[in-house]
């Protein structure tokens, strides 16, 4: 609890106050870095514009070679890559009902297209890496647009670059969630030019993507009618924009509501399905009524979830790297708004944890925010500064990066130290062992193994899950032992000693271990 407290709170307040002093007390100490760091008098708009391609390809080039190493060297899961492995590959081959198993996501399809001519998982997290860098496009034009400097354009991207929820999305395995970061700022950056065409084009595919980003998209409708409510009578599209308003919000419910009532229960096979069920919001109530009732008049019942100590972080680590300054300017926090409930709502970490995917909904929205506070600061130049050494600071702390203290420190962070991107001495026995299972035969296996030749394949059982009915077993103990998708060691050995009651060992290597259904 100390060591977060340091980590969290004191540090960054620490060097809150030591950058503030300075900002308000040494203004020329400021006007130095940006003079002769920047080069505020030298620096073209050509050479700005080479920099920002090559800080492009070095993201690129960075973050490619540490998601090829992780999956070569057999680090990364089943839950998630595996999984939309899988269903991409298996809507290419006509299951069209994966579309809707588990999660509304249609743009499987566009996916299932490149899988017709590259079936690889690599191909998956390449576009993934692809499109959330092409996310600076829209960024740099608002930036534009707002009239801030070609140099202070250019730091802000650097914050992009640097913050720990980008680098953690084109790093944990592969999610469609990531195309709202690009999708949304590029919907923003047609509102602000008045294309209509772009801006409902934007909205229509961040419909696409999935069930709970439907309420993502709700809500910028909302932003839409407030955003546009104060236009003059010469702003000819102002009627349009209440009607693209006032559709986005309704349907983006609507399209929550038919998807979660009845497309994901008719293709999962089940007679109900609530996004915001079980575990995680299960204390709210069992159905969406429920909840809601419960949100408005039992307030005490969800009022001492935001003050579990671990939500205190996730805010911190989503608004200091900023400096918390897009709270200045909440309105284009709104489309931010659903993300930010389903994660201080949860009991389940994995909604308010920075290195999962459910920041997507709220990083294009705090960049906007922070854009549109910062563009009207007298000493803009210095806040940007200011965020910059922040932004390093908890690059360190909170990333995957190179440079982070998770991937220095083995010890610190399982998922991402340096070793997940070494082969390790047991790689070549599992590459064996995974020659020995026939492509179409029934397999079970443990979350922590993971490749296209084991998931392209009809029938395939998470560990344990029916593996009394699987061809094939296998296993690897050097690796994070799971029950399903949940690592739990005491349950793996008891579930491994009633494998050999049903299946024979074929193979024992390195900790690898194949094992064959007796009588086949």
């Known amino acids: 609890m100390l060591f977060k407290l340091i980590k969290y709170i004191f540090m960054p307040g620490f060097i809150s106050v030591f950058m503030l002093y300075f900002l308000v007390k040494k203004p020329a100490a400021f006007a130095a870095i940006d003079q002769y760091v920047l080069n505020k008098s030298g620096i073209s708009k050509n050479l700005l514009k080479k920099a920002l391609v090559l800080l492009c390809a070095v993201f690129i080039i960075t973050f490619g070679t540490m998601t090829t190493l992780k999956y070569m060297t057999f680090h990364s899961a089943i839950f998630d890559l595996g999984v939309f492995d899988w269903k991409i590959w298996a809507i290419s081959h006509g299951k069209f009902d994966e579309i809707f198993f588990g999660h509304y996501q249609p743009v499987l399809l566009i996916y299932a297209l490149i899988y017709k001519v590259l079936p690889h998982p690599l191909v998956l997290v390449y576009l993934q890496l692809v499109a959330v860098v092409s996310s600076v496009i829209p960024l740099y034009k608002i930036c534009k647009h707002h009239d801030l400097k070609d140099k202070n354009c250019f730091i802000i991207v650097i914050l992009f670059f640097l913050y720990s929820g980008i680098e953690f999305n084109v790093m944990f395995d592969f999610h469609t969630d990531h195309l709202l970061i690009p999708i949304a700022l590029w919907a923003y950056y047609f509102l602000l030019k008045d294309r209509i065409l772009g801006l409902i084009l934007s909205i229509l595919v961040m419909s696409l993507l999935k069930e709970p980003l439907l309420l993502t998209v709700a809500a910028f409708g909302i932003f839409i009618l407030i955003e546009k ?5 010469t702003n000819v599209y102002k009627n349009v924009y209440y009607i693209i308003g006032l559709v986005t919000f309704i349907g983006g419910i609507l399209m929550f509501y038919i998807t979660t009532k009845y497309l994901i229960p008719a293709a999962t096979g089940t007679s109900s399905y609530s996004t915001f069920s079980g575990s995680a919001f299960g204390y709210l109530g069992g159905t969406l009524p429920e909840m809601i009732r419960t949100i408005f008049f039992r307030p005490l019942v969800w009022i001492r979830e935001l003050l579990v100590f671990g939500k205190l972080g996730f805010l911190i680590a989503i608004f200091a790297p900023l400096l918390f300054i897009p709270i200045i300017k909440p309105k284009y926090l709104i489309p931010a708004l659903p993300a930010l409930a389903i994660a201080l709502l949860s009991q389940l970490p994995n909604y308010y944890g920075v290195q999962y995917h459910y920041t ?5 929205f705090i960049f906007i925010a922070f854009i549109n506070a910062s563009k009207d600061m007298k000493k803009k130049d210095h806040v940007l500064i200011f965020a910059l050494v922040m932004s390093v ?9 190179p440079v982070s203290v998770a ?7 399982v998922n991402y130290n340096r070793y997940n991107y070494v082969s390790s001495a047991n790689d070549a026995s599992l590459r064996e062992a995974i020659a020995m299972i026939p492509d179409k035969a029934a397999l079970c296996l443990q979350d922590s193994i993971n490749a296209a030749s084991l998931m392209h394949r009809p029938i395939w059982y998470l560990y344990p899950q029916n593996m009394e009915k699987a061809d094939y077993v296998l296993l690897d103990t050097t690796r994070p032992l799971y029950i399903l998708d949940v690592r739990d060691e005491k349950g793996f050995y008891e579930n491994l000693d009633k494998v050999y009651d049903t299946h024979d060992i074929i193979f024992d290597k390195d900790g690898v271990k194949v094992f064959k259904r007796k009588g086949t």
Not at 393 to 401: A, E, L, R, T
Not at 407 to 413: L, R
Request: negative net charge; hydrophobic residues 30%; aromatic residues 16%.
């Open 229 to 233: 409510s104060h236009g003059t009578e």
């Open 407 to 413: 991937f220095c420190k083995p010890d610190y962070d």
């Open 393 to 401: 600071y908890f690059n360190i702390v909170i990333s995957p990066s």
């Open 360 to 364: 997507v909904s709220v990083i294009p």
